[in-house]
């Protein structure tokens, strides 16, 4: 059910069973916990954070306030691709990839790995159920035809479980694709400069006074760095 009141919108879930196996936000949010606990790093999950403040920051990611999602990647398909980039490059020890660097310099090479992602060729996919998965990048699977072709594919981890496929970034299409390639590029042009990252992790902190003060030693690193 959806009550609209003077331009913000607010859902509520009756769900008469099991939360745990129905509802599907309750579900995903399990996953994804499970999943940061699979690959047993605290600094996974606050690269998660960062990166998802980030793409808030640049709009290519919907805030709470903006009371609608669009043609934009939601903040739990963020994490799942950082969840992707963290298997394959520090889980399991992924190619000219040295760990490990601090969460500044960390947040940039994610960024900078989706700004060249090949999206036309490769799924993103780094949970099945609650498994995390050796291989988060697959290839997509041919499809009909081009007039259908998904710009972004980022499999529902929920029915991968189920032997299921279905995309959770099929609300990007081609205006919304061509602006989060374009942020994504020149966000790792802004970060891989020195001067202009530890500008922005300044400002990140502000936002994230509580953070701030909650893992003191990791504010520190991602301004410094």
């Known amino acids: 059910m959806t009550l609209k009141f003077s331009g913000v919108i ?19 949010t399990n996953y994804m916990r499970a999943a940061t606990d699979h690959v047993s790093s605290r600094r996974c ?12 920051h640049k709009q290519i990611c919907p805030r709470k306030r903006d009371g609608y999602v669009g043609n934009r ?3 739990c398909i963020w994490s799942l691709l950082v969840l992707a980039w963290w298997t394959y ?7 000219d990839f040295h760990y490990p660097i601090e969460l500044g310099r960390m947040v940039y090479e994610v960024i900078r790995f989706y700004a060249i992602f090949d999206f036309e060729t490769l799924a993103i996919a ?6 995390v ?17 998904e710009l972004v594919l980022v499999w529902d981890p929920i029915d991968l479980g189920r032997g299921e496929w279905s995309n959770l970034a099929g609300r990007i299409d081609t205006p919304g694709f061509v602006k989060l390639v374009d942020t994504l590029r020149h966000g790792a042009a802004e970060l891989g400069c020195d001067q202009l990252r530890d500008l922005y992790f300044r400002d990140a902190c502000w936002r994230w006074a509580a953070y701030q003060s909650d893992h003191s030693s990791y504010a520190v690193s991602f301004i410094n760095n």
């Open 45 to 56: 999950a606050d690269l998660m954070r960062l990166v998802v403040d980030w793409a808030k």
């Open 126 to 131: 780094p949970i099945v159920g609650v498994a």
């Open 10 to 28: 607010v859902d509520f879930t009756v769900c008469l069973k099991p939360a745990l196996s129905h509802h599907r936000p309750y579900m995903a």
């Open 73 to 75: 990647l939601k903040a």
């Open 89 to 95: 490059h520090v889980h399991h020890g992924g190619p």
């Open 133 to 149: 998965v050796e291989e988060p990048f697959v290839l997509r699977p041919t499809e009909s035809t081009e007039s259908h072709r």
